[in-house]
């Protein structure tokens, strides 16, 4: 298996953050690497997101969870892996909210995919998770 981790705290609620997590629609206005998405069904469990990444092939995820306003989680099946993040955000002291994106590539292929694939999906996580606080803190 192959993880990572990011996060950041803000002063933006959870509830803010699950507002603009919620809103599929309007994922490109805070993340720069979305080129076109779209969600069918309602933002909960077994709905689907066909996420397409600036020049790149869309990617199918599917919400295998979905608490709000604390987290949810996708996930994407790709050939020998399966790519899961963990988007989570909770409370902590005074007025301060930290949300953390958590990946995790695991299958038969994980050990050697994953050290390659992650790093790619990931890298923007910092840039992301900087520009989701800044709209959440409007």
């Given at each position: 298996?192959?993880?990572?981790?990011?996060?950041?705290?803000?002063?933006?609620?959870?509830?803010?953050?699950?507002?603009?997590?919620?809103?599929?629609?309007?994922?490109?206005?805070?993340?720069?690497d979305i080129e076109r998405i779209e969600l069918s069904g309602p933002f909960a469990v077994g709905s689907t997101i066909s996420m397409t990444p600036v020049g790149q092939d869309p990617v199918e995820l599917r919400l295998i969870d979905a608490r709000e306003p604390?987290?949810?989680?996708?996930?994407?099946?790709?050939?020998?892996?399966?790519?899961?993040?963990?988007?989570?955000?909770?409370?902590?002291d005074g007025d301060r909210t930290r949300i953390t994106y958590r990946m995790e590539i695991s299958g038969p292929a994980a050990d050697s995919v994953g050290r390659q694939l992650g790093p790619q999906i990931s890298a923007d996580f910092p840039e992301t998770l900087a520009a989701l606080a800044e709209h959440a803190e409007r």
């Open positions: 298996m192959w993880t990572t981790a990011h996060s950041i705290d803000t002063t933006a609620s959870p509830e803010a953050i699950w507002r603009l997590w919620s809103d599929v629609a309007g994922w490109p206005e805070w993340n720069a604390a987290l949810f989680v996708d996930e994407a099946s790709l050939e020998d892996v399966v790519v899961r993040t963990v988007h989570r955000v909770e409370r902590l």
